[in-house]
């Protein structure tokens, strides 16, 4: 038995069309998955002593791993609000690429996104983090200051577009 955990917080139910078909391939290929490794651990149990086999431990681990996956996504995937509708673009909300100018005049673009699809590398950011709730009902060429812990920066929104 593991570790208790208390409760995560409440995230944003909402979702871009496109985050929400992904969840769904995800769950698809989970489910397939899980076939080819259930089949993988019922051979690894044929070969004997359990308690050494290592292929038979790994196998439950990863068994038990996207088990946990499907399951969220079974719970999560009906709780979600896709969002279809896009609002003019004078102002930042969900689904807006935001472009910010920090004081050294370095230039971020940002999209704000669910929680569910947030990608560093893409700079898709969750519309619960605090830039993103900083940078929420702005417009273009507003002073928005950020505190992220301790350290607090200021930004200049330079544009707003919607995809």
């Known amino acids: 038995m593991g570790r208790w955990r208390p409760p ?3 995230t944003s139910p ?10 769904q391939v995800e769950l698809k290929e989970l489910w397939l998955r899980r076939r080819d490794v259930v089949k993988a651990l019922s051979e690894a149990a044929a070969e004997g002593d359990r308690s050494e ?25 009906p709780s979600l609000k896709v ?6 673009g ?3 909300y969900f689904g807006a690429t935001v472009q910010v100018c920090d004081e050294a005049g370095d230039i971020f673009s940002y ?3 669910g929680p569910d699809e947030t990608d560093a590398k893409k700079n898709a950011i969750s519309i619960d983090s605090p830039m993103a709730r900083a940078l929420l009902k702005k417009s273009v060429d507003d002073e928005v200051r950020i505190e992220l812990g301790e350290t607090r920066k200021t930004v200049v929104v330079t544009a707003i577009h919607y995809d």
């Open 14 to 23: 909402y979702i871009t069309p496109a985050g929400y078909e992904m969840l």
């Open 111 to 113: 999209r704000l996104v």
């Open 90 to 92: 004078s102002a930042v």
């Open 8 to 10: 995560a917080a409440r």
């Open 53 to 77: 086999n290592a292929e038979y431990i790994y196998r439950k681990k990863e068994l038990a791993g996207i088990d946990r996956r499907i399951r969220y996504l079974q719970k999560r995937l």
């Open 83 to 88: 969002v279809r509708e896009k609002p003019d």
